[in-house]
């Protein structure tokens, strides 16, 4: 079966199944059952094994799972068994806290270098992450065979530094600029607005006044 045409459902729902086989497994938990998977993501212990079952036979009828064998074969199917170069484009309050998220807290990444505009920034370090600017984009990218770009900039730069990225040999873009960016065919970027997150949850913050539609 072609993992790549897996529905994005599902892909979104593989790394939520993987930080829990990670944490598992860091407890010595050895075996685990769609039902116990269930209690600890909230999804169906049905929806569980379909999403598996997708990409092969991983489980064993009234035993379960296997964490070290199932998490072995998600790490090969998101294609995180080998860790993933990425850039970091945008060093400001954002761009610096998701560069030592990554560094510190994500061992499927490895963040080559950040990218900036700003004289005051270039040449400064988060952790031991460069802050380079923006128009070495290519070389590093080449250097390191980078596949994804994170892209934290202002809204009102988001278009060009995208088109730097794009120009650099990258089609995967996760934007956290709050501004929706436009790519050609071939490039795949994933949208998250914080600002839109947090204001769609404060209709749960205020559910108990009447809501009008």
Same mark, same amino acid.
């Given at each position: 079966?072609?993992?790549?045409?897996?529905?994005?459902?599902?892909?979104?729902?593989?790394?939520?199944?993987?930080?829990?086989?990670?944490?598992?497994?860091?407890?010595?938990?050895?075996?685990?059952?769609?039902?116990?998977?269930?209690?600890?993501?909230?999804?169906?212990?049905?929806?569980?094994?379909?999403?598996?079952?997708?990409?092969?036979?991983?489980?064993?009828?009234?035993?379960?799972?296997?964490?070290?064998?199932?998490?072995?074969?998600?790490?090969?199917?998101?294609?995180?068994?080998?860790?993933?170069?990425?850039?970091?484009?945008?060093?400001?309050?954002?761009?610096?806290?998701?560069?030592?998220?990554?560094?510190?807290?994500?061992?499927?990444?490895?963040?080559?270098?950040?990218?900036?505009?700003?004289?005051?920034? +270039?040449?400064?370090?988060?952790?031991?992450?460069?802050?380079?600017?923006?128009?070495?984009?290519?070389?590093?990218?080449?250097?390191?065979?980078?596949?994804?770009?994170?892209?934290?900039?202002?809204?009102?730069?988001?278009?060009?530094? +995208?088109?730097?990225?794009?120009?650099?040999?990258?089609?995967?873009?996760?934007?956290?600029?709050?501004?929706?960016?436009?790519?050609?065919?071939?490039?795949?970027?994933?949208?998250?607005?914080?600002?839109?997150?947090?204001?769609?949850?404060?209709?749960?913050?205020?559910?108990?006044?009447?809501?009008?539609?």
């Amino acid at each position: 079966m072609n993992h790549k045409k897996a529905p994005k459902s599902v892909v979104r729902r593989l790394p939520v199944y993987l930080r829990i086989l990670d944490n598992l497994i860091r407890n010595d938990v050895e075996i685990i059952s769609s039902k116990e998977l269930s209690d600890e993501t909230g999804f169906t212990a049905e929806q569980i094994r379909k999403d598996l079952a997708f990409f092969g036979a991983f489980g064993t009828r009234g035993t379960g799972y296997n964490t070290n064998f199932l998490r072995d074969k998600i790490l090969k199917i998101i294609g995180l068994d080998d860790q993933t170069n990425i850039v970091v484009v945008g060093a400001g309050h954002l761009g610096t806290a998701l560069t030592r998220y990554n560094v510190t807290k994500n061992p499927y990444v490895n963040v080559v270098a950040a990218f900036d505009t700003d004289s005051a920034v +270039v040449g400064e370090k988060i952790l031991d992450v460069e802050v380079v600017h923006i128009s070495e984009m290519k070389k590093i990218v080449d250097k390191y065979a980078v596949k994804v770009a994170v892209l934290t900039v202002p809204s009102e730069q988001a278009q060009t530094a +995208v088109q730097t990225i794009i120009d650099s040999g990258i089609n995967v873009i996760f934007n956290f600029a709050p501004t929706k960016i436009h790519v050609p065919e071939g490039v795949y970027v994933h949208n998250a607005d914080l600002s839109i997150e947090l204001q769609s949850l404060i209709y749960y913050a205020t559910a108990e006044k009447e809501k009008i539609f």
